[in-house]
Each structure stands twice: as C-alpha cells, then as structure tokens.
C-alpha cells in the first residue's frame, strides 16, 4: 500500500471517529443504581402511605361533620318555618274576617236602640252575603244536598225518613247542616236525613 493510500485511510478513520457520539465513561455498578434512584420518583415507605391515608380520612371526616351541622341546621329551619306557618297561617284570613266582626258588634248595637225589625233584617242579611263572599274568595263552597242523590263522600246521614214519593228513596229529603268544600276537598260534611 502506498503512503498516498495509507494517509487517505487514517483521513477517513478520523472523519468516522469524530462522526460517532463520544462514548460516556462507564460508571461503576453502584454509582448507576445511585443515579438511577436518583431518577425516578421514590416510592413512599409504608409509614409514609399510612400518614397520607390518615390525612385524608381526617379530612374527609372534617368535610362530613361539616355537612351533617349543615344538613342539622337546614332540618331545624325548615321545622321552625313550619312551625311559624301553622302557628301564623290563619293570620290573613282572620284579618278578613275582623270587618264581618265588627259589622256583627255594629248590628247588636242597632238592636239594642232600635225597634225597626225591616231595617234590622236588612242588616243582617247584609253582614250574612259580605261574610259568604269572603268564603267564596278563599275558595269555601256550600254543598247542595236537598234533592240530591246521597252521596256518602259529601254527605252524612243523620236520619233515614220515609220518603214522600218513590223518587225520592234514596235521595236528601232534608239538610239541618250545610256541607262546606274548599277547594276541591270536603271541609264539613252536610248533615242530612235520606228517603227511605
């Protein structure tokens, strides 16, 4: 080989060399179990997961105690509103019906210093349709019985009386006390006597 060949060998050796990645110096053994513990993430030791689960027992404990003194005072304000409604619920219909009330004491007072029975009529008559059309606007309806088909739902029997004529067995010859219904539910069952 000439030296001309042999300088054009070493040329090309040196440009491979210098293309490869220089390679890292070995580490001794222990050295790369070091760095490789380095590394990665450590794993937590077993106290370490115990101290972790314990904290978030606490916290969810804390959370849970949170929410049932929530959930207790939610339970104990709603029973109070409750209780204020059924103990003040009536409170706007007796208003309405203080008017009715004091037509009634200005009627007895007119009985006491008047003689005129037609006016006295008039009065009470007066009062008697005021006070029916406060019942209508809250929704209390009289129940129509006389003539009626008994209706155990609406109606409850005091008496059975031989009835005047075959169409009226079974039906209300009489009511001593009107039935109400408010709203779409019996209030007070009419009292009344059946045909038999």
Known sequence: MSKKDKNKEMKQQRQAAAQEPAAAPEAPTGQVEEQQAEQAPAEPTREERIAELEAALEKEKKEYLFLMADFDNFRKRTRQEKMDLLKNGAEGAMRELLPVVDDFERALESIAHSDDVESLKEGVTLIYN??????????????????????????????????????????VIDTPTKGYMINDKVLRHAKVVVGQ
């Open 130 to 171: 005021k006070f029916v059309k406060y019942l209508e606007q809250q929704h209390v309806t009289a129940i129509e019985s006389t003539g009626k088909d008994f209706d155990a739902d609406l109606h409850e029997a005091v008496t059975m009386f031989p009835a005047p004529d075959e169409s009226m067995r079974g039906k």
